[in-house]
């Protein structure tokens, strides 16, 4: 594996800030993962301690879905980036 590393070291050179922008994208999109079910622990507490207003849960909502879209455009960004480079790489 690390042959292979080797043998195209001299295209990671060359695209190295497309590489490091999809890496970057893929350990932000890892960490906002992990948001969406604290949310919902949240809801599911105020749920039992009877303290969720509707104008809460509306935020909630909200919140909750402007996160999962967009954790889904940078899955596709760091997606389409680095596989992206890896057909080009294929095509020379």
Known sequence: MISVFKKL????KEQWVRYTLAISALIVVN??????PTIL??????????????????????????????????SFFWDYTLFGRAILLEKR
């Open 41 to 74: 622990g949240e809801v599911i507490d105020s749920i039992q301690r009877n303290q969720l207003t509707s104008e809460r849960f509306t935020q909630l909502v909200a919140f909750f879905i402007a996160l999962i879209i967009t954790s889904y455009l940078i």
């Open 31 to 36: 960490v906002l993962v992990v948001i969406p």
């Open 9 to 12: 070291s001299w295209y990671f």
